[in-house]
């Protein structure tokens, strides 16, 4: 169930591509997919906007180093990135996988020099950790995918009038099962001290699992008005069933041109079949293998509609 409102060809490639949705949606699989392209980059999640907690983004943190037209505070800022100050910055979660590829794999200098040659926006803190990322890579079209920025596709599309953003969707069930998986080694907080506690582990993975996807489903209802030529809706489900037909209909929609190497993934993150070459098909119905009855009663009664309307029950 791939959705775009204006069905008319793109003649013009993408300023950048953003990759968003809930968590366990599979959008770590369409990174993989895009970045399988010969023009397109799509970076490691960064959280540069705003995480589940708003204040947690990179942005927020910046701002501390004031006006950026001041190159002595460019120069502090550069710092304070490639810091263990930075990496430790958070009481809840490491920081981001792309702030530590670039500390890892960018020089400082190189670094700081972008952002002097910049206009030292946020904007253009943004668009330098992504740029990095594809000038790597070698590849036209920079992109970034953290799911969270799903809340912030306003300011995306503001930022970028020819960004194409791709909002991953999955039935929430299937995504409350593959993130009690997931969250049962985890050793951030709050998840270490829950996973002690089994039934309350899984009360809080459901209602988390429940708000995200209310919100997800409020953003999508606006967004596919408000930006009909830069946003597109794509169910897991049909991606993992049929690949070939959706990824050759996303390449329309992002004006790039399908590559059948595109088709050539493994399944990837902590799912039942990790390292499995091809694409996963009964990750679609996987969960219901897995679901409490109970768990599966809370989401039909918080969701028949909504279900109903991305085709989850009939």
């Not at 590829?101 to 206009?119: A, G, H, P, V």
């Not at 039935?171 to 907080?189: C, M, Y």
């Not at 790039?256 to 902590?270: A, P, R, T, W």
């Amino acid at each position: 169930m791939s959705q775009r409102v204006v069905d008319q060809p793109i003649t013009t490639l993408p300023e950048a591509i953003f990759i968003v949705g809930v968590s366990r949606s599979g959008t770590s699989l369409m990174r993989k997919i895009l970045n399988a392209s010969d023009k397109i980059a799509i970076s490691w999640e960064n959280h540069f906007l705003g995480h589940l907690i708003a204040s947690e983004g990179a942005r927020h943190r910046f701002r501390k180093f004031g006006d950026l037209l001041n190159d002595d505070n460019v120069r502090r800022l550069t710092d304070y990135i490639y810091s263990d100050e930075f990496r430790k910055s958070s009481r809840y979660r490491d920081v981001s996988t792309q702030w530590r590829w670039i500390t890892e794999r960018i020089d400082k200098e190189d670094f700081l020099r972008r952002i002097l040659d910049s206009d030292r926006s946020e904007r253009a803190l943004f668009t330098i950790m992504m740029r990095v990322f594809a000038d790597t890579k070698g590849k036209l079209i920079m992109g970034e995918k953290t799911p969270a920025h799903v809340r912030y596709v306003s300011t995306i599309l503001n930022w970028f009038p020819e960004g194409r953003v791709v909002h991953m969707i999955r039935d929430p069930r299937g995504i409350f099962v593959s993130e009690l998986r997931r969250r049962k080694n985890a050793i951030t907080v709050p998840y270490r001290h829950l996973k002690r506690f089994k039934f309350i582990f899984k009360i809080y993975i459901m209602l988390q699992t429940t708000i995200v996807w209310i919100e997800s489903i409020h953003h999508y209802r606006n967004y596919k008005k408000l930006y009909p030529n830069n946003y597109y809706l794509l169910r897991f489900e049909d991606l993992v069933k049929e690949p070939a037909n959706q990824i050759d209909r996303l390449c329309d929609f992002l004006g790039v041109d399908f590559q059948n190497k595109m088709l050539d993934q493994f399944v990837v993150s902590d799912g039942f079949q990790a390292g499995q070459n091809g694409f996963d098909s009964q990750a679609a119905d996987r969960w219901r293998k897995h679901i409490d009855p109970w768990i599966n009663s809370w989401f039909l009664l918080c969701f028949r509609t909504a279900l109903k309307e991305f085709g989850y029950v009939d």
